[in-house]
């Protein structure tokens, strides 16, 4: 299958590598663009755990301190494996979304024991802080990147979207499912999708496309990228 891959670099280029693993054709076009705070100081002097929603809060917090010894909890396996990869070797994966991340942490922390420092971009989904809060801990967010929208649909997207060469498209986030569904009806393409299955990580993710007109919206089990491509191969039969 042909597979549009609409996430950042560089969590772009690994799920195509997976994706070609698997026999797929993988059609990169990031619709946001991520940059670092490299200007921003990172306070974890108060601070008993880490907490982690993406693999972009993984590399931004890599980059700003030294420190490994502090536990990390993240909000799925591909952060996990990101933060060991980076050295956070007292890291537990909530392999879920930020309600479990939540339980998580509720489970295994005390709010006596210190604040709680969220490392973030400038635009976070779910609120994380509001339920650990209700649970009576201090959470301090560190915005360290930010993902930005592209102003102007990819090319690549257009050309294949009139070609009818996409067979498939995969949505990771809400914010990029909702990207390419404002540039592709500002193009004039809604219809153009009617070749193309698209497949979300979630039901918060396939909301945003439901006013296109893709042949079927297929929604991942779990919010995993296994549980996604499983959805990408089920659209294939």
């Given at each position: ?236 039969t």
């Amino acid at each position: 299958m042909r597979v549009l891959v609409t996430r950042p670099r560089p969590d772009a280029d690994e799920t195509a590598a997976e994706l070609i693993a698997l026999g797929h054709e993988p059609v990169i076009a990031p619709l946001l663009e991520v940059t670092f705070d490299t200007d921003t100081t990172l306070n974890l002097s108060d601070a008993q755990a880490i907490l982690i929603t993406s693999a972009n809060g993984v590399r931004a917090l890599a980059s700003a301190t030294v420190r490994r010894d502090l536990p990390v909890f993240t909000v799925g396996d591909a952060s996990a494996a990101a933060a060991r990869q980076n050295g956070f070797d007292r890291t537990e994966s909530a392999d879920g979304n930020v309600q479990t991340l939540a339980d998580l942490v509720i489970t295994r922390l005390s709010p006596p024991d210190g604040q709680l420092v969220h490392v973030a971009g400038t635009v976070t989904a779910g609120d994380l802080s509001g339920k650990l809060a209700l649970a009576g801990f201090e959470v301090s967010r560190a915005v360290l990147y930010r993902a930005e929208p592209v102003p102007n649909l990819p090319d690549v997207i257009g050309e294949r979207l009139r070609g009818g060469s996409l067979d498939a498209a995969i949505f990771f986030s809400p914010r990029t499912a909702a990207q390419f569904a404002e540039l592709v009806t500002s193009e004039g393409l809604v219809e153009h999708c009617g070749r193309t299955v698209a497949v979300a990580l979630s039901g918060a993710v396939a909301e945003k496309l439901t006013n296109l007109a893709f042949s079927d919206i297929r929604i991942a089990e779990t919010p995993d990228q296994v549980s996604l491509f499983r959805a990408l191969g089920a659209a294939k039969t």
